[in-house]
């Protein structure tokens, strides 16, 4: 009897023991702290130890693109014109393009007009820009805003018959005389100051807006006296019409041509300005003028150059 009572003691023993055991070993893992997780650092958390990490740049706003509308000669070989296909070409639309390209904040807009509908556009404030090889003539600046960087030269000279006897070498010569001018044009506003201030005998100015063909004929029936325009232009219609004309004399005026702008509109012809300058000294412009004129026009004269400086530095002084 003591025998089985021991055992069943020792028995109860070790199930207490084993109990014990167990309930230490669940305890232990219960009470064990959880493993600390690793943070995962935010975007713009600097590292232990070092500098922070450079932000992106913010995106650059959109370019506002403005469009600029601009006029120019429909029908002016090889100044402005529409060729056979529809498409605007010549010198000034070339220019005009290469501008374009550099000024990212405009677009330009092509129309194609006569030349009397470039200033009448104008006028009506349609368009914002007048590229027809337009000379600067005080009268003309009253009404429109010129750029102060030329693109090119151009020096008119008394256009006759060839084979006329008379080769007038002056303006005086045009005196009684009927000569043909393009309304509105830089040389007629010269002849008319002619008339006002100097003429004894008043020139008779017939103006016009014909065509190459109709001035011609103008002269060769006797309707006119002379014409005037540029070496270029002789030569041009003497290989391209039966009728031949000649130059005598000296030019009757040498200018810049500038492209013309609104009032108010400074800014655009500022931007332009300095577009004009870099494709001059990138020899560009001179690059144009010798695919579209024949040889380059566009070096500026000593005899012009006081006049440009004068004019711009008269504005920054208003």
Known sequence: MKKQKIKRILSLLIVAVTVLAVLGGCAKKTDAPAAASTPTPAANTPAAGGDSAPEAPPEAPPVEVRKVIVATGISSVPLGYVDESGKLTGYDPTILRAIDELLPQYEFVYEPTEFAGILAGLDSKKYDIGAHYFGYNSVRAEKYLYGYEPYSTVAYRILT??????????????????????????????????????????????????????????????????????????????????????????????????????????????????????????????????????????????????????????????
Do not use: H
């Open 161 to 318: 018959l060839a084979d006329s006897d008379w080769a007038p070498a002056s303006v005086a010569d045009l005196e009684g005389k009927s000569v043909l001018v393009n309304n509105n044009s830089n040389i007629a506003v010269i002849l008319e100051e002619y008339n006002t201030n100097v003429a004894k005998t008043p020139i008779n100015l017939v103006y016009s807006e014909g065509t190459t063909e109709i001035t011609l004929s103008s002269l060769a029936d006797g309707r006119i006296d002379a014409y005037t325009g540029t070496e270029r232009d002789a030569d041009n219609n003497n290989a391209a019409y039966d009728i031949q004309v000649k130059y005598t004399g000296e030019p009757i005026s040498a200018t810049y041509t500038f492209y013309l702008f609104q009032y108010g509109d400074e800014q655009l012809r500022d931007d332009i300005d300095a577009v004009i300058l870099k494709l001059r000294e990138q020899g560009t412009l001179a690059e144009i003028c010798v695919e579209w004129l024949g040889r380059d026009y566009t070096e500026l004269l000593p005899s012009l150059e006081a006049d440009r400086v004068a004019r711009k530095e008269a504005e920054a002084n208003k």
